[in-house]
C-alpha cells in the first residue's frame, strides 16, 4: 500500500472541509433563520431538510439552530448576529427575504437557501449552475410569464384574460421580482397588468372592496401580508368572479384557483442533499441551485364555490395530458 498516497488523500479531504468553512472532527452545526415559519411552505421546507439530511446517514453529523423571523425584516439582522454568536458553520436561510440579508453578510461560512424564488434575480447567485461564491441550495421558482402565457392562451373561448391584478408587498424582494416577472409577459400578450400595492391589511381591504369588475385574473405574489390574508382575497375573487392564480401551492390549499407550483417537500429535500454535499467538504460554487419541475393544481373547492368553468386545455395541462 502506498503511504503516499494515502497522506496526499487525506491532505486534500482536509484542505476541502477547511476551504469550505468546516471542521472535519466535529459535529457541523447549522443555523437556520425561516422568514416565517408560521407560514407552512417554510417550515415544511425546513422539516424535509431535516429528514434527507437523516436519510443521507448524516442525523448525528449535523446539528440545527432554528430561528423564526416571524415575517419581520427587522429580525434578521438581530437572527444573523446571534448565529454568528454561536459560532454555526452552515447558515441556511428559508425564503428571499431572509436569504438576501444572511447572503450579503455572510462571506466567509458556506451558505444553503431553500425556498428562495430566483436567486439570480435577487442578486445573490451569479448563475444557477454555479453561484461564484459561498452560496447553494433549492429554490422554489417556475416561470410566471410562461404560467401567464398558458392561462390566457388556455382560456380562450372559455373567458377572455385582457386585465390582470397583481398584489405586491414593495421592499419585499421575492414578491417584487414575481411582478417584475408578470410585467415582463405584458407587451407580449397584450394585457394590462396592475400591481396593486399590500404593504398592510388597510391598503389590502381597500383594494378588496372595489374588485369587482376590475380584473379578469389575480395573480397573486408571495409576501408575508398577502399570505396571512390570503383568505380574504380568495373570498373576494369568489365573489367578484375573478380566478386567482399564484406559484406557491400552500396558497392553493388555502383557496387560490390555479397554481404552477414547485413542490415544497421537494425544495425541502434538495436542500437536505445540498446541505449534506456541503456537510462532506464540497464547495457551494461546485454545487448547482435546483428547483423542482413544476406542476399545475386546482383547487376544486374554489372551482365549487365560485361556479368557475375550467378550461379544457387548462384540465388537461393539470392532469398532465397536456404538458
Known sequence: MNMKKITFASLAAAVALLSSGLDASAKTKVGVISWNDAEPRYSTTYKRMVEEVGKEGMGSEISFIMMDAKGKKDQIPELIKKLKEQKVDVYVPLGTSAAVPVANEIKDKPIVIGM?????????????????NNLTGSSSHVSLPRFLRRLVKGSEGT?????????????????????????SAEAELGLQVTPVVVSKPEELNKWLKGLPGSADLIMV???????????????????????????????????????????????GTLAGKKLVQVAKGTEPSAIPIEAPSPKLIINQKTVQAGKFTIPPAIQQWATGAGS
Do not use: C, M
Open 116 to 132: 428562495v424564488y430566483d436567486p439570480v434575480e435577487s442578486k445573490i447567485a451569479k448563475d444557477w449552475k454555479s453561484s461564484g
Open 159 to 183: 373567458f377572455t384574460i385582457k386585465r390582470v391584478a397583481v398584489p405586491y408587498t414593495p421592499g419585499e424582494k421575492n414578491s417584487e421580482i414575481q411582478l417584475k416577472a408578470i410585467q
Open 221 to 267: 405574489t408571495g409576501s408575508n401580508v398577502i399570505s396571512t390574508h390570503i383568505g380574504a382575497i380568495v373570498d373576494a375573487s369568489i365573489k367578484a368572479k375573478i380566478p386567482t392564480a399564484t406559484h406557491l401551492d400552500d396558497l392553493v390549499e388555502r383557496g387560490v384557483l390555479f397554481g404552477l407550483v414547485a413542490d415544497v417537500d421537494e425544495v
